[in-house]
């Protein structure tokens, strides 16, 4: 207790050196929780952004049909499988899913397409295909012979809303049909290739169409933490299985977003460590320059009886108090600040803003108050401040009492 008294009070005896040390350790902390906040604010959005315009963030599916997707690979959708859904607290919703590539024609032009079956009540849980319609409606009932298409789909086809086009297209037992259906409305995502092959049509109307009898390619979920989605996936594999089931994530339904994910992670994780880096040599000279200015004073203490393993443990104690206030000041000013632009983000403007609304994301970089943020900085921080510290004690415990005292 007496040396916790001591190393307090010698903390403060010199209040500008150990202002500037508490300093260095807040600015490194609150860095950290402002740039990791930042990269955690923007991860999150165009992950939403990216699982809401396309596949959701779960699918239910065949086994292998991710792999190879066919018609044959599909399944029906069971009172367990409804069960297995509705008992999980995790999922807040689920829509059946059909994917067929079929033919649409418009008097002498025809383009393939690709059309997904969706459920329009329960879509709006999955994703945001409902908003984002610039013509026409999405659509509204599962009965009529509606389709939303790709606004580059329609231009080239040469049709508009409200004309009716042929769908040709091979069914679940390989036998070619075709039907009339009325286009309703027309939409744009941002992605060039699904803005010029996607349609949508109602499940039951592509089930008849494609004569698979209550059918479905998969069934889309829907989860409020993205990272709740390896937890929901663990829990539904087992009990999927025994149907020939299985639970794929957004990482496997999106392998291109998630391996870039991955690189823009560690070309952030790069960048921190040279930051780091710089930060922890301005710790360490801090550091330093308070033990050694004292060494006189060391010398003294050594001197009239102290040894230099309570002298070394006194010297750690204060630094333990430099670096908790300044990482608790850090953590607030970081907290503060993240708060901040998670309610009013960053606006991109002019034309990096539009070129960002264009691919379908929203044009803002927002923050995060995730708790991992402030345990990864505190760690990368405390993990600093430790290996800064190193050196100084060390010349501490070396010190001689004669040495200490002619130290100028």
Do not use: C
């Not at 999405?138 to 939303?148: E, Y």
Request: hydrophobic share 50%.
């Amino acid at each position: 207790m007496l040396l916790v008294r001591i190393a307090w009070r010698s903390l403060w005896r010199n209040r500008r050196r150990s202002i500037l040390v508490i300093s260095a350790i807040a600015f490194a902390v609150m860095f950290a929780v402002v740039r990791l906040g930042f990269d955690d604010g923007t991860f999150a959005l165009s992950l939403r952004t990216a699982v809401r315009s396309s596949t959701g963030y779960i699918q239910i599916q065949k086994i292998g049909y991710n792999e190879n997707p066919t018609l044959q690979k599909s399944f029906k959708i069971t009172r367990q499988i409804d069960s297995v859904i509705d008992t999980d607290p995790l999922i807040e919703g689920s829509s059946p899913r059909i994917q067929a590539g079929a033919l649409l024609s418009y008097r002498n032009h025809s383009l393939g397409a690709m059309i997904t079956g969706i459920e329009p009540k329960s879509e709006n849980m999955i994703t945001d295909f409902p908003r984002k319609v610039i013509s026409g409606r999405f659509l509204d009932n599962d009965s009529t012979s509606d389709i939303v298409v790709g606004y580059k789909l329609l231009r080239n086809l040469g049709a508009k809303v409200g004309d009716s086009l042929v769908v040709l297209g091979q069914d679940y037992d390989g036998v070619l049909g075709n039907m009339f259906v009325r286009v309703v409305g027309t939409f744009r995502t941002g992605s060039d290739e699904f803005d010029r092959t996607g349609a949508f049509m109602s499940v039951p109307l592509l089930q008849n169409f494609l004569n698979m009898a209550n059918r479905v390619n998969a069934v889309a979920l829907s989860v409020g933490n993205p990272d709740d989605v390896d937890k929901v996936v663990k829990k539904l594999d087992p009990l999927l299985k025994p149907a020939g089931l299985v639970a794929v994530p957004w990482q496997e339904l999106l392998p291109q977003l998630s391996q870039t994910m991955s690189f823009s992670h560690a070309a952030h994780v790069l960048f921190l460590s040279i930051l780091f880096a710089v930060v922890g040599f301005g710790i360490l000279n801090a550091l330093l320059m308070s033990v050694t200015e004292r060494f006189r004073e060391f010398g003294v203490m050594l001197s009239i009886g102290m040894s230099n393993f309570r002298l070394a443990l006194t010297t750690a104690i204060e630094m333990i108090f430099m670096v908790a206030i300044g990482f608790v000041m850090g953590n607030i000013a970081g907290a503060a600040i993240n708060y901040y632009f998670m309610k009013y983000p960053i606006v991109l403007g002019g034309n990096l803003g539009s070129y960002v609304h264009e691919w379908g994301f929203q044009p803002i970089v927002p923050s995060s108050l995730s708790p991992g943020i402030f345990v990864t900085a505190g760690t990368i921080v405390l993990a600093i401040s430790v290996a800064a510290a190193i050196y100084p004690l060390w010349r501490v415990s070396r010190l001689e009492p004669l040495k200490g005292i002619r130290y100028t």
